[in-house]
């Protein structure tokens, strides 16, 4: 009886920590000129990671940047667009975090879920050099 206690206990242990992995998903990208509609050689470069908890919805991100020709004027998750293709913002990234590193979160429609697990979102930061976008990068699952 003690032996099959401890066995359910065993199984239950490992099935919670299965079962709270699963519930979130974890996305990254660089962010370069190259990766912007129309491209720019420009030196910038970042780097975005992010996280969404499947439960609540909440998706969080954090990102990193540097050689930009001038300071964030804006920064935003765009989509649903594949690489190549310019999308409306889905998240805006709010004007007093655009400092280095910036970090938000945001609760997702299911629409913007799918859309995000689909690799359809992109992420990029403007500057006034270059008002449409300086840095972009498609936001992929990251494993």
Same mark, same amino acid.
């Given at each position: 009886? *003690?032996?099959?206690?401890?066995?359910?206990?065993?199984?239950?242990? $490992?099935?919670?920590?299965?079962? =709270?992995?699963?519930?979130?998903?974890?996305?990254?990208?660089?962010?370069?000129? =190259?990766?912007?509609?129309?491209?720019?050689? $420009?030196?910038?470069?970042?780097?975005? *990671?992010? !996280?969404?908890?499947?439960?609540?919805?909440?998706?969080?991100?954090?990102?990193?940047?540097?050689?930009?020709?001038?300071?964030?004027?804006? =920064?935003?998750?765009?989509?649903?667009?594949?690489?190549?293709?310019?999308?409306?913002?889905? $998240?805006?990234?709010?004007?007093?975090?655009?400092?280095?590193?910036?970090?938000?979160?945001?609760?997702?429609?299911?629409? /913007?879920?799918?859309?995000? !697990?689909?690799?359809?979102?992109?992420?990029?930061?403007?500057?006034?050099?270059?008002?449409?976008? !300086?840095?972009?990068? /498609?936001?992929?699952?990251?494993?």
């Amino acid at each position: 009886m *003690r032996g099959s206690l401890i066995a359910w206990t065993a199984a239950a242990a $490992v099935f919670a920590a299965g079962a =709270a992995s699963a519930d979130t998903l974890h996305f990254s990208t660089g962010l370069k000129g =190259a990766d912007e509609v129309p491209a720019h050689a $420009v030196p910038g470069t970042g780097k975005v *990671r992010a !996280e969404l908890n499947t439960t609540t919805k909440v998706f969080s991100y954090k990102v990193t940047y540097s050689g930009l020709t001038g300071p964030a004027t804006m =920064a935003h998750f765009h989509g649903p667009a594949g690489p190549g293709v310019n999308a409306p913002p889905v $998240v805006p990234v709010p004007g007093s975090s655009l400092a280095n590193p910036m970090s938000g979160t945001a609760t997702l429609t299911d629409a /913007q879920i799918a859309d995000l !697990e689909a690799g359809k979102w992109y992420f990029n930061i403007h500057t006034a050099a270059n008002p449409g976008g !300086e840095i972009r990068g /498609q936001v992929m699952a990251a494993h």
